[in-house]
Nanobody, 121 residues
Framework: QVQLVESGGGLVQPGGSLRVSCAAS????????MGWYRQAPGQQRDLVAT???????VYADSVKGRFTISRDNTKNTVYLQMNSVKPEDTAVYYC???????????????WGQGTQVTVSS
């Protein structure tokens, strides 16, 4: 009964900014890692950024200095602030989470359905 729902995608001009959000809901005990991956047409799905429950972050080299990942643990929500976007940032952005479900004895992995981000003038 757990789901990840992304929001905030859309069309943005090169050099502009966009923030995508992902909210986890359902019978969740705790969320360990949350992050964002992206996949462009004909390409592999690649890591964009991840953040642990303690706030440790990892970024792909291609987005360092431009994107910022953050999370609100009280809302089970992860954000990706995208600044100075480039056309090559165009992709479907997928939310990813490793979490403990209520009553579970092992960690589950969940993916969101994805949200389209298009960078174009």
């Amino acid at each position: 009964q757990v789901q990840l729902v992304e929001s905030g995608g859309g069309l943005v001009q090169p050099g502009g900014s966009l923030r995508v959000s992902c909210a986890a809901s359902g019978s969740i005990s705790s969320i360990n890692d949350m992050g964002w991956y992206r996949q462009a047409p004909g390409q592999q799905r690649d890591l964009v950024a991840t953040i642990t429950s303690g706030g440790t972050t990892v970024y792909a080299d291609s987005v360092k200095g431009r994107f910022t990942i953050s999370r609100d643990n009280t809302k089970n929500t992860v954000y990706l602030q995208m600044n100075s976007v480039k056309p090559e940032d165009t992709a479907v952005y997928y939310c990813h989470a490793k979490l403990w479900r209520v009553g579970a004895s092992y960690e589950y992995i969940y993916w969101g359905q994805g949200t389209q981000v298009t960078v174009s003038s």
